[in-house]
C-alpha cells in the first residue's frame, strides 16, 4: 500500500471511494474556481504539455481517467481533434458541470461522460488508443489496480499520458512548497471550498504521492513500458508518459 492510499478526506471508518466522491460532490461547483486560482492557471500549462504528448501518435478513441469537471477532455478535442472521448469519474456532481462545459463548447457529439469506478472500469480490454489523467490518480484507494485497469483498456501500442502535483525535492523551492501547502493552501480551501477537510487531504496526498522513478517502476508493474517523466515548474507538477 502506497502512502496516498491510506489518506482519507473525512473520517477513518468508510470506505476512501465513497468519502473521496462525496468530496468532490461537495465541492464541484467551486472546484474550478479554485484550482485555476491556486495555481496561478499554470495548470493550464501543464495539461496542454501533457496532451501534445500524444499529438504524434494521433489517437482516435481517446479515455480520461478521474475527468472532474472536464478541462482535460475539453482541452483534449480541442488539440487533438479525436472521433471520440469519453471521460470517467466517481463523482456525478463533477460530471455535470462538465456537461454543460462540453454543450457550450459544443462538443459534445465528441465528448461524453460515464460515471465509472476507475478501480473497475467497465469497458472491454482493449477498447481505447489513449488513456489520460490530470490531477486524479492521487486519489485511488488502490494505485496498482487502478493504473492496471487503465492499461488493461488501452489498446497495445497505446499512450498512456499523465500529469499529477507533487512535491519538488530540492532547495529551496521544496521549503517554499512546503509552506506553501501548509498555510495557503488550506485557507484558500477553507475560503473558497467551504470544505477545509478537502484541502488538507489534497497537501496530505501530494506529499504521500510516489513520484519520479518509483512512479515509473509502478507504471511498469501495471504492465507499462517506455516509462518516462518530466518536472514542471521546479517539481510541483509531474507529467508521466508510457506505452501498452
Not at 468530496?23 to 495555481?39: C, E, G, K, Q, V
Not at 462540453?102 to 465528441?110: A, N, S
Not at 490518480?137 to 492499461?151: P, Q, S, T, V, Y
Request: net charge positive; with cysteine.
Amino acid at each position: 500500500m502506497y502512502g496516498q492510499e491510506k489518506i482519507k478526506p473525512y473520517s477513518e471508518g468508510s470506505d476512501k471511494s465513497q468519502q473521496v466522491e462525496q468530496m468532490f460532490d461537495t465541492i464541484a461547483s467551486r472546484y474550478d474556481r479554485l484550482n485555476h486560482l491556486m495555481s496561478l492557471d499554470i495548470d493550464k500549462r501543464w495539461r496542454r504539455k501533457a496532451i501534445l504528448a500524444l499529438a504524434e501518435y494521433q489517437p482516435r478513441r481517446i479515455l480520461d481517467i478521474a475527468t472532474g469537471t472536464g478541462d482535460f477532455a475539453i482541452q483534449t478535442a480541442k488539440l487533438l481533434h479525436p472521433d471520440s472521448l469519453i471521460g470517467a469519474d466517481i463523482s456525478e456532481g463533477m460530471m455535470q458541470i462538465g456537461r454543460e462545459k462540453v454543450r457550450k463548447e459544443q462538443l459534445d457529439g465528441i465528448i461524453t461522460f460515464a460515471r465509472e469506478d476507475c478501480l473497475s472500469l467497465s469497458f472491454p480490454d482493449e477498447s481505447f488508443d489513449a488513456v489520460t489523467a490530470a490531477f486524479g490518480i492521487r486519489n485511488f484507494a488502490n494505485l496498482d489496480k487502478g493504473l492496471a485497469e487503465m492499461c488493461r483498456v488501452l489498446r497495445k501500442g497505446g499512450c498512456l499520458s499523465v500529469v499529477e502535483l507533487t512535491h519538488p525535492t530540492r532547495f529551496p523551492m521544496k521549503q517554499l512548497f512546503w509552506l506553501y501547502a501548509h498555510t495557503i493552501l488550506p485557507a484558500y480551501g477553507r475560503l473558497i471550498s467551504r470544505d477545509r477537510r478537502a484541502y488538507s487531504y489534497l497537501t496530505a496526498t501530494i506529499e504521500a504521492f510516489p513520484q519520479g522513478e518509483q512512479m515509473m517502476d509502478i507504471l511498469a508493474k501495471a504492465g507499462f513500458s517506455y516509462t518516462t517523466f518530466e518536472r514542471m515548474t521546479f517539481g510541483v507538477c509531474t507529467r508521466y508518459m508510457a506505452r501498452k
